[in-house]
Each structure stands twice: as C-alpha cells, then as structure tokens.
C-alpha cells in the first residue's frame, strides 16, 4: 500500500491517464473511417469506386475509362 506523496503522486498519475483516455475517445479509427466515407460523395458509374470531388471523377474516368463516354454530370466540370 502507497502511503502519504507516493499516493499522491499515485493519484495525479492515473487522474492525468484517464483524462488523456477521455480525450481520445472521440478520435477513434472507426470515427476517422465514417467521416472519410461520408466524403467520398461521387461514384463512378463504371467501376464503382468513390470519389471526393467531380475533378478527382473526371481524371479517374478519362485515365481508367477512356473508351467509354463521359457521364453528363462531368461535361461541365
């Protein structure tokens, strides 16, 4: 058993542990992975990746699929 500053000190350690715990909670790697899925709004109508942006489609559908036709929504892009 810890007795007097050894206790103390005992304590601040595992008060500093669970606020850092506390801290971290919300910055999980499942919350990182919802959070990039929600941004990846584009889908390509070929091969179904996703994508962020219309830019990011156009290039992806010009390099990977450039015998088929441009989708409409990417003509004015």
């Given at each position: ?45 070929v ?25 409409a929504?990417l003509?004015?892009?």
């Open positions: 058993m810890a007795r007097g500053h050894q206790k103390i000190q005992s304590q601040q350690k595992a008060q500093e542990k669970a606020a850092k715990m506390k801290k971290q909670q919300g910055h999980g790697l499942s919350d990182q992975m919802k959070a990039a899925q929600k941004a990846l709004v584009f889908s390509c109508a091969c179904k990746s996703q994508m962020p942006d219309p830019k990011t489609y156009k290039q992806h559908f010009e390099n990977k699929h450039p015998k088929n036709d441009l989708p929504e003509k004015d892009v």
